[in-house]
C-alpha cells in the first residue's frame, strides 16, 4: 500500500490538515459529515445516504477487522447494505492494514481502492468533529498532487436519483405484498421486511406506485435534502388518500411529513452514531437507535392529521411521525440497524401487524 502518499483535506472555512492516504488516490470534493459508531465501517461506507458526503469516524482504529470482500449478488446483498461503496472519502484517526474477521477477505485499503474511494488517515478527526459540532456542517475537498476540484455541495443534487434502482426488482415470496419506494434503501431492510413473510416489490424513486396493488408502501431512507424529491412527494399525497399501511425510514419519513404539509430544515451538524436516545411520545421509555441524518421534520409544521411518534432525548428533534387515524407511521432513525442496536426492529412487527389487520377488514 502507498503508505507514503500525502493528501490534504481542505476545509470550506479554509483550515488544512495534512494525511496520509491508504486507498485510491485521486482528488474529491463533497460534504464532510463525521459518525461517532464504534464498528460498522463496511454498512456506513454502503449506505446509500451517505452519497456525496465525505465521512469522518470518530472512532480512531478502523481497518482492523478488513471487509467481506469482493462478493457476488446473493453474497452481496447479505454482507453490505448496497452494491458498492457509496461515501465520496473516508478520514480516520489511525488506519490498520492488519485485519482479522470471521468474514474478512480483504483489507479496507484494497476495497477502497477497488471502488475507486479515497481515504486518509493520521488525521485529527476529534479536532474536525469539534469544528463541524462548533461551526455546522461544512463542505470539504481531498486533494491529492496539487489537483484541486471544484467545491461540491451534494445537497443541490438530486442524489437520490444516482442511488435508487432503474428497475423494478421483486424479492421473496411471502403473505404480504410490500411495494418498497427506492430512494437509496439500505439492504437491511429488505432484509428485515423479508424475514417477515413479505414479497418485496422495490421499485425507482419516482415510479407512479399510485397503480399499483400491494398490501403495504415503504418509502426508504436515501441521500441528500428531501425536498428534491418533488415526484416521490406528489405520489405520496395521493397514496394519503387510502387506507393501506404505509411505513417510512430516515429519508422516508422526511418524503411522508412534506407530503402532508410539513418542513423540513437541515440540523446543524446531522445525527449519525449508533447511541441516539429517543423517546417514544406519551410514555417515557427511551430507545437507543442507530442514525444517520442531516436534515430534520420541524414539528411544529405537522398539520393536525399528524403527530410526532418519537423524539429525540438529546436535542427535541423530531424523530419520528404518525397519522392520526391511519396505519402511516414513520421514524427518522434506523429500526433495520445494520449497524448498530437493534432494539426498534419491532417497528416492522408493527407495519406487518398493520397490513394483518387492514387485509382483515
Ligand atoms: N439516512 C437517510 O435516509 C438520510 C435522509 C436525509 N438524506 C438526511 O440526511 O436527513
Partial sequence: MSQQTKAKLILQDGSEYVGTSFGYEGSVAGEMVFNTAMTGYPESLTDPSYKGQILVSTFPLIGNYGVPGTLQEDELFRFYESEKIQVSAFIVSDYTEEFSHWNASLSLADWMKEHKIPGIYGVDTRALTKKLREQGSMLAKIVF???????????????????STPEKKVYGEG???????????????????????????????????????????????????????????????????????????????????????????????????????????????????????????????LPKEWKPLFVNANDNTCEGIKHVSKPFFASQFHPEASSGPTDTEFLFDDFIEMMEKNQAN
Fill in 175 to 301: 403473505k404480504h405484498k410490500v411495494l418498497l419506494l427506492d430512494c437509496g434503501v439500505k439492504n437491511n431492510i429488505i432484509r428485515c421486511l423479508l424475514k417477515r413473510d413479505t414479497t418485496v416489490i422495490r421499485v425507482p424513486h419516482d415510479y407512479d406506485f399510485t397503480q399499483e396493488e400491494y398490501d403495504g408502501l415503504f418509502i426508504s431512507n436515501g441521500p441528500g435534502d428531501p425536498k428534491q424529491n418533488t415526484a416521490a412527494i406528489a405520489n405520496l399525497k395521493k397514496a394519503f388518500d387510502q387506507d393501506t399501511p404505509i411505513m417510512g425510514i430516515c429519508l422516508g419519513t422526511q418524503l411522508m411529513a412534506l407530503a402532508a404539509g410539513a418542513d423540513t430544515y437541515k440540523l446543524k451538524y446531522g445525527h449519525r452514531s449508533h447511541n441516539q436516545p429517543v423517546v417514544l411520545e406519551g410514555t417515557k421509555r427511551c430507545f437507543i437507535t442507530s442514525q444517520n441524518h442531516g436534515y430534520a421534520i420541524n414539528n411544529d409544521t
Fill in 145 to 163: 498532487e496539487e489537483i484541486e476540484p471544484e467545491w461540491k455541495d451534494p445537497n443541490l443534487e438530486n442524489l437520490v436519483a444516482q442511488v
